[in-house]
């Protein structure tokens, strides 16, 4: 990214997290704060608790590598200074509130007029188009519209929100991710554009989205499961041990056995209530789970990492954020970064989301002082971006190109979820994405039961003896839209000759293989660049390639309890229930997958400029610690260790879901400041609260929450959660029902900006997929086609790619090497 200016008018999380990103790839990133600045740096945490403006954890996170001006937008000299700003940058990232944009003029129009060379990318919690395009927001209602809230958290207690604004952090991820797939269209003359992304449907797509196809074909809508993972295998849950809970997650039969092994083979195996795994997870999983509960309590927290590590099975310690920053493989592998603030003082921070080995990422200073470059930056005048290294006029006679990445050929070699997750991000915006699996090593998501019948054979859900079942999951399917497939027999010496002169011929190799088997198979990245020097190899080990824990067996859950998110879900301990830890969603997988295609997208464009390929290592711990920047401050700043907040936030009273008339059904509210408090005691028509001392500021709201939270429930008790709604959002108050997937599925806005979109599968008919979360005006992503049957491209690329003829074909095929 250098060379690249980036302009960032930006408040609190998403956009300011957005151009962190930008900036630690190289970008000038130019923040412009009102004033007062970045309310960020109003809210804590801060060290020892006392407030300042430029010891902000919040802030000093989100912004660091800028350089930061001030201006008064209420102006019409602040508004043409922020012109003047924009006419020198290539990339313009904000999430302002929707009236403020309207007031200054920043329109998509008015971008497009001015600033035609400019890529905009704009965060917002619902998006710039919809039905709620102008409603009032936080990462309450982002969690609560997205899906996610619904299934989080016990199921006789309110739904919880996702801790930490880590929907508005994953935004600012696949914002970095929309801009620099958008540098590389503007690289091939495609100009500027406006790229829309709603914080809410980036969840709603990458994360929630998985529950569409239960929903559709099962009618399961959902439901919240606690402290374990619905719809998964027994074990799956989070139990307390002797000094804290542990996390296990063991689907295979294999682990479950090692597991059983470990215990010691206990009686109860043989009981045949408790032979069937899936009745025990789905029917009494807590009678289950108290069979081995004892044994977790025996052992302390280090001792089970041990045990199950020496046994390959997949159970972690749920850590806490204090000792996320004493992990041995995380300082093994030289992960975190300190850095020196002039007010704040020196503090650990997350390491990078992603590592570029060829180009690694840099904090090259800390967050701005208010206004610290003001003088400097506005009267120094800038060069252009159509002069500088960034912007390239490209040639005047080639057509616009219509698809970002087109012209860009990835091989995927990834599996099961994140791997092949990261591959349909790239493929969606134009890259021509070759899966390579065989019948020898199918993708694990093809295998199993399907729960959709053949369009053909409705009456036959097995597909009868027609081989079907590999064709009829429709996770694979929404995984791995758009790509093509071929049939390599990894286990044979000529189908790995093939895959490396495919390697020659593409630009990246992509994989979520464990650590050593890119090397046996000659796939890694010293072996292709003899033959490739350019090529760009993306992995994605669970732990990284070095580190204590290189050779861990992990699944998303494991991720979150070893980077210390899982110690966040739950309710205040002063509430005294058991921690809840699980999200409903493959969180860290979903992570894991955009971090990488941010990286990869990140390699092509320092490729395209100087010619070199790189190894890009995408650890699914380090991606998925990487947005806990803020817990792990609060720690060091007081010396307190972090505990589940609930759906607390010490800068909003009230700030909960509410029961509403229904079946399980809430609503979200949320209070930032005195004027949404007014607003709220108006709805509710209630003259005693405005009057009421309990409540007269944010922080005796905040004392008396419980108190309020009690009042407030009393009136949304009355009402529908959609009645709630519109009330609320009349009045200027944020709010948003609790949306499970049939809620969502039945959504005007969400129906409106396409978060589910149908395709026509072969064997499936009509399906519904979810959709692309990013809205580019100029090269927008779509889901073209479906995904690919199992080899229906082996043609395509054995032939018209590699030139074999159809004799050698054939023989490869009847030596099930093409298999």
Same mark, same amino acid.
């Given at each position: 990214?250098?060379?690249?200016?980036?302009?960032?008018?930006?408040?609190?999380?998403?956009?300011?997290?957005?151009?962190?990103?930008?900036?630690? @790839?190289?970008?000038?990133?130019?923040?412009?704060?009102?004033?007062?600045?970045?309310?960020?740096?109003?809210?804590?945490?801060?060290?020892?608790?006392?407030?300042?403006?430029?010891?902000?954890?919040?802030?000093?996170?989100?912004?660091?590598?800028?350089?930061?001006?001030?201006?008064?937008? #209420?102006?019409?000299?602040?508004?043409?200074?922020?012109?003047?700003?924009?006419?020198?940058? $290539?990339?313009?990232?904000?999430?302002?509130?929707?009236?403020?944009?309207?007031?200054?003029?920043?329109?998509?129009?008015?971008?497009?007029?001015?600033?035609?060379?400019?890529?905009?990318?704009?965060?917002?919690?619902?998006?710039?188009?919809?039905?709620?395009?102008?409603?009032?927001?936080?990462?309450?209602?982002?969690?609560?519209?997205?899906?996610?809230?619904?299934?989080?958290?016990?199921?006789?207690?309110?739904?919880?929100?996702?801790?930490?604004?880590?929907?508005?952090?994953?935004?600012?991820?696949?914002?970095?991710?929309?801009?620099?797939?958008?540098?590389?269209?503007?690289?091939?003359?495609? %100009?500027?554009?406006?790229?829309?992304?709603?914080?809410?449907?980036?969840?709603?797509?990458?994360?929630?989205?998985?529950?569409?196809?239960?929903?559709?074909?099962?009618?399961?809508?959902?439901?919240?499961?606690?402290?374990?993972?619905?719809?998964?295998?027994?074990?799956?849950?989070?139990?307390?041990?002797?000094?804290?809970?542990?996390?296990?997650?063991?689907?295979?039969?294999?682990?479950?056995?090692?597991?059983?092994?470990?215990?010691?083979?206990?009686?109860?195996?043989?009981?045949?209530?408790?032979?069937?795994?899936?009745?025990?997870?789905?029917?009494?999983?807590?009678?289950?789970?108290?069979?081995?509960?004892?044994?977790?309590?025996?052992?302390?927290?280090?001792?089970?990492?041990?045990?199950?590590?020496?046994?390959?099975?997949?159970?972690?310690?749920?850590?806490?954020?204090?000792?996320?920053?004493?992990?041995?493989?995380?300082?093994?592998?030289?992960?975190?970064?300190?850095?020196?603030?002039?007010?704040?003082?020196?503090?650990?921070?997350?390491?990078?989301?992603?590592?570029?080995?060829?180009?690694?990422?840099?904090?090259?200073?800390?967050?701005?002082?208010?206004?610290?470059?003001?003088? *400097?930056?506005?009267?120094?005048?800038?060069?252009?971006?159509?002069?500088?290294?960034?912007?390239?006029?490209?040639?005047?006679?080639?057509?616009?190109?219509?698809?970002?990445?087109?012209?860009?050929?990835?091989? #995927?070699?990834?599996?099961?979820?994140?791997?092949?997750?990261?591959?349909?991000?790239?493929? $969606?915006?134009?890259?021509?994405?070759?899966?390579?699996?065989?019948?020898?090593?199918?993708?694990?998501?093809?295998?199993?039961?399907?729960?959709?019948?053949?369009?053909?054979?409705?009456? =036959?859900?097995?597909?009868?003896?027609?081989?079907?079942?590999?064709?009829?999951?429709?996770?694979?399917?929404?995984?791995?839209?758009?790509?093509?497939?071929?049939?390599?027999?990894?286990?044979?010496?000529?189908?790995? =000759?093939?895959?490396?002169?495919?390697?020659?011929?593409?630009?990246?190799?992509?994989?979520?293989?464990?650590?050593?088997?890119?090397?046996?198979?000659?796939?890694?990245? =010293?072996?292709?660049?003899?033959?490739?020097?350019?090529?760009?190899?993306?992995?994605?080990?669970?732990?990284? $390639?070095?580190?204590?824990?290189?050779?861990?067996?992990?699944?998303?859950?494991?991720?979150?309890?070893?980077?210390?998110?899982?110690?966040?879900?739950?309710?205040?301990?002063?509430?005294?229930?058991?921690?809840?830890?699980?999200?409903?969603?493959?969180?860290?997988?979903?992570?894991?997958?955009?971090?990488?295609?941010?990286?990869?997208?990140?390699?092509l464009r320092h490729r395209n400029r100087?010619?070199?390929?790189?190894?890009?290592?995408?650890?699914? @711990?380090?991606?998925?610690?990487?947005?806990?920047?803020?817990?792990?401050l609060q720690y060091q700043m007081s010396?307190?260790?972090?505990?589940?907040?609930?759906?607390?936030?010490?800068?909003?009273?009230?700030?909960?879901?509410?029961?509403?008339?229904?079946?399980?059904?809430?609503?979200?509210?949320?209070?930032?400041?005195?004027? *949404?408090?007014?607003?709220?005691?108006?709805?509710?028509?209630?003259?005693? @609260?405005?009057?009421?001392?309990?409540?007269?500021?944010?922080?005796?709201?905040?004392?008396?929450?419980?108190?309020? #939270?009690?009042?407030?429930?009393?009136?949304?008790?009355?009402?529908?959660?959609?009645?709630?709604?519109?009330?609320?959002?009349?009045?200027?108050?944020?709010?948003?029902?609790?949306?499970?997937?049939?809620?969502?599925?039945?959504?005007?806005?969400?129906?409106?900006?396409?978060?589910y979109v149908e395709v026509d599968h072969?064997?499936?008919?009509?399906?519904?997929?979810? %959709?692309?979360?990013?809205?580019?005006?100029?090269?927008?992503?779509?889901?073209?086609?479906?995904?690919?049957?199992?080899?229906?491209?082996? $043609?395509?690329?054995?032939?018209?790619?590699?030139?074999?003829?159809?004799?050698?074909?054939?023989? @490869?095929?009847?030596?099930?090497?093409?298999?």
């Amino acid at each position: 990214m250098e060379g690249i200016r980036v302009v960032e008018w930006g408040e609190m999380v998403s956009a300011p997290f957005c151009a962190k990103l930008l900036a630690e @790839l190289g970008a000038d990133v130019i923040k412009v704060e009102p004033p007062d600045g970045d309310p960020a740096r109003r809210r804590g945490p801060y060290p020892d608790g006392v407030s300042h403006p430029e010891r902000s954890g919040l802030f000093l996170f989100a912004n660091q590598g800028k350089r930061g001006v001030t201006l008064d937008t #209420d102006t019409d000299a602040g508004i043409d200074s922020l012109h003047h700003l924009l006419e020198t940058a $290539d990339v313009f990232v904000e999430n302002r509130p929707y009236a403020a944009l309207a007031q200054a003029g920043i329109t998509t129009e008015a971008l497009a007029r001015r600033h035609p060379h400019l890529i905009t990318v704009s965060l917002s919690p619902y998006g710039r188009t919809g039905d709620y395009k102008q409603y009032a927001g936080y990462d309450l209602q982002v969690n609560a519209l997205s899906g996610m809230s619904f299934g989080t958290g016990h199921v006789h207690r309110e739904p919880l929100t996702t801790p930490a604004q880590q929907a508005a952090y994953l935004a600012g991820v696949g914002g970095a991710y929309a801009a620099i797939v958008a540098l590389l269209a503007r690289d091939a003359s495609a %100009g500027g554009q406006y790229i829309d992304l709603a914080d809410s449907g980036v969840i709603a797509t990458l994360l929630t989205g998985y529950h569409l196809p239960t929903f559709i074909y099962r009618g399961i809508a959902g439901s919240r499961s606690g402290n374990r993972m619905r719809l998964g295998l027994f074990p799956n849950c989070v139990l307390p041990c002797r000094d804290g809970y542990v996390c296990i997650d063991a689907p295979q039969l294999e682990q479950y056995q090692r597991f059983l092994n470990l215990l010691g083979n206990p009686d109860w195996m043989d009981n045949p209530r408790y032979r069937d795994r899936r009745a025990m997870s789905d029917q009494y999983p807590e009678e289950a789970e108290n069979l081995i509960a004892p044994w977790f309590m025996e052992h302390s927290k280090d001792e089970i990492l041990q045990l199950c590590l020496e046994n390959r099975i997949p159970c972690a310690p749920v850590l806490t954020m204090d000792e996320v920053l004493a992990s041995p493989h995380l300082q093994a592998r030289d992960w975190f970064r300190e850095v020196d603030h002039p007010q704040a003082g020196r503090y650990r921070y997350p390491g990078p989301l992603v590592r570029l080995h060829g180009s690694p990422s840099k904090i090259t200073r800390p967050a701005p002082l208010l206004g610290q470059h003001t003088t *400097e930056i506005l009267n120094r005048e800038s060069p252009s971006p159509l002069t500088g290294e960034g912007w390239g006029e490209g040639d005047s006679d080639a057509q616009e190109p219509t698809i970002a990445l087109h012209g860009v050929r990835i091989l #995927d070699l990834g599996s099961a979820w994140a791997g092949p997750m990261a591959g349909q991000l790239l493929a $969606d915006m134009g890259a021509e994405v070759i899966k390579v699996e065989s019948r020898a090593r199918m993708d694990g998501m093809r295998l199993g039961r399907p729960m959709i019948p053949p369009s053909d054979n409705g009456d =036959d859900p097995a597909g009868g003896d027609r081989g079907l079942w590999p064709e009829l999951q429709p996770v694979f399917h929404g995984l791995n839209r758009n790509k093509l497939s071929i049939t390599l027999n990894l286990r044979t010496r000529e189908g790995r =000759d093939i895959l490396r002169r495919l390697a020659s011929v593409s630009d990246v190799v992509l994989s979520n293989f464990s650590p050593g088997v890119l090397q046996r198979l000659g796939m890694d990245y =010293d072996s292709l660049q003899r033959i490739k020097p350019d090529i760009i190899v993306a992995a994605m080990p669970a732990f990284g $390639d070095t580190g204590p824990l290189r050779d861990m067996v992990a699944y998303a859950p494991i991720i979150q309890a070893m980077s210390g998110m899982m110690s966040l879900v739950g309710y205040p301990p002063e509430e005294n229930e058991p921690l809840v830890g699980e999200l409903q969603a493959a969180w860290s997988d979903t992570v894991a997958a955009l971090c990488a295609a941010l990286g990869v997208v990140a390699a092509l464009r320092h490729r395209n400029r100087t010619g070199c390929g790189q190894y890009v290592e995408a650890a699914h @711990l380090e991606g998925t610690a990487a947005l806990l920047g803020v817990p792990m401050l609060q720690y060091q700043m007081s010396g307190q260790v972090p505990t589940p907040p609930g759906n607390d936030d010490p800068d909003f009273a009230p700030h909960n879901n509410y029961p509403c008339a229904g079946d399980d059904a809430w609503v979200s509210i949320a209070i930032g400041d005195d004027a *949404e408090w007014c607003a709220l005691a108006a709805v509710l028509a209630d003259e005693t @609260l405005a009057s009421d001392a309990r409540f007269a500021d944010r922080a005796s709201r905040w004392r008396y929450r419980r108190q309020l #939270d009690e009042l407030i429930a009393n009136w949304t008790r009355t009402l529908t959660p959609g009645q709630a709604t519109k009330l609320l959002q009349d009045a200027g108050v944020a709010a948003m029902p609790v949306m499970n997937i049939a809620d969502q599925f039945a959504d005007p806005h969400l129906n409106a900006r396409e978060t589910y979109v149908e395709v026509d599968h072969p064997h499936v008919g009509a399906e519904l997929l979810y %959709g692309v979360p990013w809205r580019f005006s100029a090269t927008p992503g779509a889901v073209r086609t479906p995904a690919p049957l199992l080899g229906q491209h082996n $043609d395509y690329v054995l032939s018209e790619l590699m030139g074999m003829d159809s004799a050698c074909v054939a023989q @490869l095929s009847v030596a099930e090497v093409v298999h």
